[in-house]
């Protein structure tokens, strides 16, 4: 069974920077489609960024040209380097891989099927 664990969250002001890490174990992580997703309180789970197996990306609009998603397959490791960072990005922010995703729906987190625990993000306002 494949498990991930989330690290790097925090309080950081507006216009600052943090980096997720999402470390996996029981499996490597470069056989499955990752993404990043956050859910805030009271809203619907949502995708913030995508990467494929081949490393090809994928990005909310909200988040596009300030958040970006790696991997380290040797590390089996995924990353979300955040910045310029806004009191909306506020949310608890979860890795999740799928065993299988359209190229379409990578944001969807309906086809993930593996989660970690989440880990809190606050930018104060």
């Known amino acids: 069974q494949l498990q991930l664990v989330e690290s790097g969250g925090g309080s950081v002001q507006a216009g600052g920077s943090l980096r997720l890490s999402c470390a996996a174990s029981g499996y490597t992580i470069s056989t499955y489609p990752l993404g990043w997703f956050r859910q805030a309180p009271g809203k619907e789970r949502e995708g913030v960024a995508a990467?494929?197996?081949?490393?090809?990306?994928d990005y909310a609009e909200s988040v596009k040209g300030r958040f970006t998603i790696s991997k380290d397959n040797a590390e089996n490791t995924l990353y979300l380097q955040m910045n310029n960072l806004k009191p909306e990005d506020t949310a608890m922010y979860y890795c999740a891989a799928a065993l299988g995703v359209y190229r379409d729906q990578s944001l969807n987190y309906q086809w993930y099927n593996y989660w970690g625990q989440g880990t809190q993000v606050t930018v104060p306002s």
């Open positions: 990467i494929h197996r081949d490393g090809s990306t």
